[in-house]
């Protein structure tokens, strides 16, 4: 999996690049098993408090996500994009987002502006739809060379553009409205979107019936975030502690014995 130049160009000052999925019909089908197999245990445990749960079922997929991230092809795009051979597997996840978007109480189903990071945060994750997130499914909305910019600057603009939208008597904390620079990704399970989560993003509504299924991982450079260490060691427990040293600095399991 090699992306030309100009796709290389296009990623560092836009923040996203698309590419045909890289995994292959057969692996997407198995993946789509396991998800669906394993739901119902997922929703019926009761995690440890402060663990993310999206990581842990993408975790409850084993070898077959496990190896998936480890392919070499994506390693060597993730390390290319961020400019350096020491990197690792710092968040992940995978599930139906329209179970937990609105769990703060809002009626819609939709998730508000924000930025997983900042002009100094390197990072490359790779998402794959299991369902085509399209209009009716909240897709995924990005503004682009966000991730270049200020948070401060970048949150104002988003925010007087919620304002001007008429629909609040005090400043407003979320933003949901349309930026006229944004990009609405329509992600088909046939595509990959290879992006950087600092960029500034947000979703759609969700009106359309059904699940709005994704896989995702982030992989960041020496010093990044290490979110879901505890989930991996957690779902993987009694087997990580075997593994090759090669696959725990790839999860970030380097420093731990």
């Known amino acids: 999996m090699k992306i030309t130049d100009t796709q290389t160009e296009h990623f560092h000052r836009n923040g996203f690049v698309m590419i045909p999925n890289p995994f292959g019909e057969e692996t997407m089908l198995e993946v789509d098993r396991r998800q669906r197999e394993n739901a119902g245990e997922w929703e019926a445990t009761d995690w440890p408090k402060g663990m993310n749960i999206g990581a842990c079922q993408f975790l409850m997929a084993g070898e077959t996500v496990l190896s998936l991230v480890e392919q070499p092809q994506v390693v060597d795009l993730a390390r290319s994009l961020l400019g350096t051979g020491d990197i690792h597997v710092g968040a992940c996840g995978m599930g139906d987002a329209s179970k937990t978007v609105s769990s703060d109480g809002r009626e819609r189903q939709q998730v508000q502006w924000h930025a997983d990071g900042g002009p100094d945060v390197k990072q490359v994750s790779f998402r794959t739809a299991l369902d085509r997130h399209d209009t009716s499914n909240g897709p995924l909305r990005v503004l682009p ?3 270049v910019r200020e948070r401060e600057d970048v949150a104002e603009e988003l925010r007087q ?4 939208t008429g629909q609040h008597d005090e400043t407003p904390d979320l933003m949901f409205t349309r930026h006229p620079a944004e990009v609405e990704v329509v992600l088909d399970p046939r595509w990959t979107l290879v992006w950087t989560p600092s960029c500034w993003h947000a979703t759609g509504v969700k009106s359309a019936a059904g699940p709005r299924r994704a896989m995702a991982w982030n992989f960041y450079p020496a ?9 991996l060691k957690h779902i993987h427990a009694g087997a990580w502690e075997k593994w090759s040293a090669e696959r725990k600095t790839l999860w970030g399991l380097d420093n731990d014995r």
């Open 161 to 164: 553009l919620e304002i001007a």
């Open 223 to 231: 010093g990044g975030r290490k979110r879901d260490l505890e989930a």
């Open 145 to 147: 060379g966000s991730h």
